[in-house]
């Protein structure tokens, strides 16, 4: 088992590292098997925070509202990981999100990583389901904030003692960082095209956005202008 590592989880406005926002980051910093730092901020999003996510995570557009953007927070978050492993339960879905916000920003994040999730689907696997709540209750982990970053993290971290206490011994490999592979990919700016075209939408059906227009991706302008249309219909 690895003594020293950064475990990290994040909440995000869904699933999409290349539409949706971080909300969230929570991480630990473990030297020799013991917490010697954290890192917990929420993270204002450019986009209001809808309802079922607030119903999962807990976390509100009021919450959120003095927090710092992600522009602010990415580069802290990847100096306090410095050069240490990663930890985390489906790393990957996080750490796409982590890469590709880092990206947006001129930041490299290139990483080791060992996920939870991986090893318990192969020691476990008889356990019908692997998700944290699931190896906490197996565990008997307390995680006193489910689906709040830093708390999903420190229950990471346990997690990961616990099954390398029974099973690094007779799967050595399992408890291993890996080299965490995502490319990022590169967002296109919205054309003057499309820029007119939601301007002249908005105007139309005196729509007001909480977003700033002008800051948005080629994929991301399409997806506002199909949800307006969807909403209120085309001009006529």
């Known amino acids: 088992m690895i003594k020293d590592y950064v475990a990290f989880d994040l909440e995000t406005t869904g699933l999409s590292c290349d539409t949706d926002e971080i909300i969230e980051i929570g991480a630990l910093k473990v030297k020799d098997g013991k917490v010697c730092d954290r890192f ?34 990415i580069p802290k978050f990847l100096e306090f ?10 790393i990957m879905f996080d750490y796409k999100f982590t890469k590709t916000f880092a990206g947006r920003f001129g ?36 995680n006193a904030a489910a689906h709040r970053a830093y708390h999903d993290a420190l229950a990471t971290a346990k ?24 490319k990022v990919k590169k967002s296109q700016p919205a054309t003057m095209k499309q820029k007119s075209y939601l301007t002249s939408l908005m105007a139309y059906h005196r729509i007001k956005m909480d977003v700033d227009v002008s800051n948005l991706s080629k994929s991301e302008m399409s997806k506002v202008i199909d949800r307006i249309i969807l909403q209120y219909g085309r001009m006529m």
Request: hydrophobic residues 40%; negative net charge; charged residues 20%.
């Open 40 to 73: 917990m901020t929420l993270i204002h999003p450019k986009k209001a925070i809808r309802p079922e996510i607030t119903a999962i995570t807990g976390i509100t557009n009021e919450m959120t509202k003095a927090a710092p953007e992600a522009v602010e927070v």
């Open 81 to 90: 990981c410095g050069d240490e492993v990663l930890l985390g339960h489906n």
């Open 107 to 142: 930041l490299t994040f290139e990483k080791c990583g060992i996920d939870t999730l991986k090893i318990a689907r192969k020691v476990l696997p008889d356990l019908p389901s692997k998700s944290l709540g699931a190896l906490c209750e197996y565990y008997q982990v307390v």
């Open 159 to 182: 997690i990961y003692q616990m099954m390398a206490h029974y099973f690094e011994q007779s799967n050595p490999k399992l408890f291993e960082p890996q080299p965490l592979t995502f």
